[in-house]
């Protein structure tokens, strides 16, 4: 994920060379990063205090983020999943519940932990900058979650629930996280699925235009019938054309496509 990248150079920037730990939290600017006016500094650097800096701090017994991170964890599934109920009143709870996971997955936690800079704050030592980028965005959205149950024991729910829903909210703005999922091929897989009608294929019918400006036609079939078609610039977003245009019939003519198949199956 691109935004991830880039998020996450920004994270070695701050934290400076390997060598370089802080021992300190600067809670003014945690304050102004959190937009949350902070009671008991303690909370907050548990909070932002990985395992691997009792290697650093010589305190084998410090108390590490993880039980905010469980905390927080609770609260944050509890505030998402009361906004979305909301939010759709109509949708399925397997809708929902599909929803809140793109919200708080790890990879979406850690986009929304780069977003208030909390990677500026995280304490942790010089090993742990090294491990993997899905490393990364574990320790960073862990330190999102435990700060939310900082908040949460600092301030209360609603002071919590304000955090939440208001990263939430700018990160919609800045097209960083979605409300609804885009990738129209994982979903018409998954509808294609759930009515047994198999896996879809997709065709490329044509090519035309210039080298510069190639435009594919993609046709999408589901056994032996065509659902749909697309054009884009590439065969990739021709495909997520296609798709969109085969969900739709999938969603609006579903009943009818059930017989259909049932009758050419006898």
Do not use: W
């Not at 060379?17 to 809670?27: C, F, G, K, Q």
């Not at 929902?96 to 780069?114: D, G, P, Y």
């Amino acid at each position: 994920m691109k935004i991830l990248r880039r998020f996450l150079s920004i994270f070695f920037k701050n934290k400076g060379a390997p060598d370089v730990i802080s021992l300190e939290i600067n809670y003014a600017g945690l304050e102004a990063a959190l937009q949350y006016s902070i009671s008991k500094h303690s909370y907050f650097r548990e909070a932002l205090s990985h395992r691997s800096y009792q290697q650093v701090s010589g305190k084998k017994d410090s108390p590490t983020n993880e039980r905010l991170e469980y905390l927080g964890d609770s609260v944050l599934n509890l505030v998402v999943g009361d906004y979305l109920f909301h939010l759709h009143p109509n949708a399925e709870e397997g809708e929902l519940t599909k929803i809140r996971s793109r919200l708080v997955n790890r990879k979406a936690l850690s986009i929304l932990a780069c977003q208030i800079n909390l990677t500026s704050f995280i304490l942790l030592s010089p090993s742990a900058l090294q491990v993997s980028e899905k490393g990364l965005e574990t320790i960073l959205s862990d330190a999102f979650e435990a700060i939310i149950g900082a908040i949460y024991l600092d301030g209360g729910f609603d002071e919590a629930r304000k955090f939440i829903l208001t990263s939430l909210r700018k990160s919609f703005e800045k097209n960083l996280l979605k409300l609804e999922d885009d990738n129209y091929k994982s979903q018409l897989l998954e509808h294609a699925q759930s009515l047994g009608l198999g896996n879809p294929r997709y065709s490329t019918v044509s090519e035309s235009g210039p080298d510069h400006d190639r435009i594919f036609t993609i046709e999408v079939f589901i056994g032996k019938y065509s659902y749909g078609t697309g054009l884009g610039k590439n065969k990739k977003a021709a495909e997520q054309s296609a798709a969109a245009d085969a969900l739709q019939k999938l969603i609006v003519n579903k009943r009818d496509i059930n017989n259909e198949h049932a009758e050419s199956d006898n």
